[in-house]
């Protein structure tokens, strides 16, 4: 009988203990970091655990557990922390009718535990359905060529969206950002001819820009040589005529010494131009009969009055040799013409 009577006690007191571990269990909640728990006291929300050690009422109160789109079912702790949704390519129109592929990802903050559990049924999904939905009305609104270069822009306008719509459910959208617009094939072929056209057409401007730039260089070069040729020729020509002038004069003041001596030897005007028309004939003379060809010539004076002023010239030399002549008569060279007599 008492060894009847100590195995149940035994039993008794193991039930005891795996009561009591139940009841502690229930009642000890250890909240980590950034965490928080819902309590619910009979199915209502009581208070919200925060992070560290918190003490419940059991069978009275129990955290509330959630069940999220890629959350382990069953789930009590919600965290506070950023997270992300990385979301699959999704098909998009665009507004001139090509159909792109889109994937995107959505970093999203839950700053009101109470309203992202009563709320929502599912915050991550609906989070992802709004995303999808947001990204369908933004690029929907947009060619494919300013879809491809404003990504900045849809960016902004989905963040914008996500973070009026989920504003409610206690849930803060901090960035939304696209990673990939993936057109279709026959596009993308086309879009690359496009820019292939496009580069070659920027290649040909620039050529041509450069051409003209040369050209117009070349141009200035060759007015500004113009110009400076033309001031040198000019320089050199008033040069030219300068030094033609200065030596006009040196002859004509030669000249004039010249005609001067010869008045002075002769004696007065009328014999110095006799001289001098004489001896302009007779230098036409010399440099007709030097010349090849036959030709008939005129004597504009009598052959008989140019010997004569030849002959009175040279006595008039001969008269003035005499008086300018120191020597004595008989030591004078005697005249051509006496020497004949």
């Excluded at 999808?132 to 879809?147: F, S, W």
Aim: aromatic share 6%.
């Amino acid at each position: 009988m008492g060894e009847i009577l100590g195995g149940l006690g035994f039993i008794f007191l193991l039930f005891m203990g795996i009561a009591l571990l139940t009841v502690a269990w229930k009642t000890v909640k250890i909240v980590p970091q950034s965490s928080v728990l819902l309590i619910e006291r009979l199915g209502r929300f009581h208070r919200v655990a925060q992070s560290g050690l918190n003490i419940i009422v059991p069978f009275f109160e129990a955290p509330r557990a959630v069940n999220w789109t890629n959350v382990r079912p069953g789930l009590t702790f919600i965290d506070l922390r950023e997270q992300y949704i990385d979301l699959p390519p999704q098909p998009v129109i665009t507004r001139d009718n090509v159909t792109i592929n889109v994937d995107s990802v959505v970093y999203w903050q839950i700053t009101d535990p109470t309203k992202a559990v009563y709320e929502v049924a599912d915050l991550i999904g609906g989070i992802v359905q709004l995303t999808i939905t947001g990204m369908r009305a933004v690029m929907g609104e947009m060619d494919l060529d300013h879809t491809l270069s404003s990504r900045d822009q849809i960016n902004a306008k989905l963040r914008l969206i996500l973070d009026e719509a989920t504003d409610k459910w206690g849930v803060k959208v901090t960035r939304v950002d696209v990673k990939n617009i993936n057109p279709p094939e026959d596009v993308r072929i086309t879009m690359e001819k496009q820019m292939t056209a496009e580069r070659n057409r920027r290649a040909l401007i620039l050529q041509a820009e450069g051409d003209k730039q040369a050209a117009i260089t070349r141009a200035e070069g060759e007015k500004q040589a113009a110009v400076t040729r033309s001031e040198g020729n000019k320089q050199s020509a008033i040069l030219d005529a300068e030094g033609a002038a200065q030596a006009r004069l040196v002859a004509a003041n030669a000249e004039a010494q010249a005609i001067a001596n010869i008045t002075k030897i002769l004696g007065g005007p009328e014999a110095t131009a006799q001289y001098l028309i004489t001896q302009k004939y007779i230098e036409s003379l010399r440099d007709m009969a030097r010349t090849q060809n036959s030709k008939v010539v005129f004597m504009p004076v009598e052959t008989s009055s140019l010997m004569s002023s030849v002959g009175a010239l040279k006595e008039m030399f001969s008269e003035t040799s005499d008086k300018n002549d120191p020597q004595p008569p008989q030591q004078r060279p005697r005249h051509p013409r006496e020497l004949n007599q």
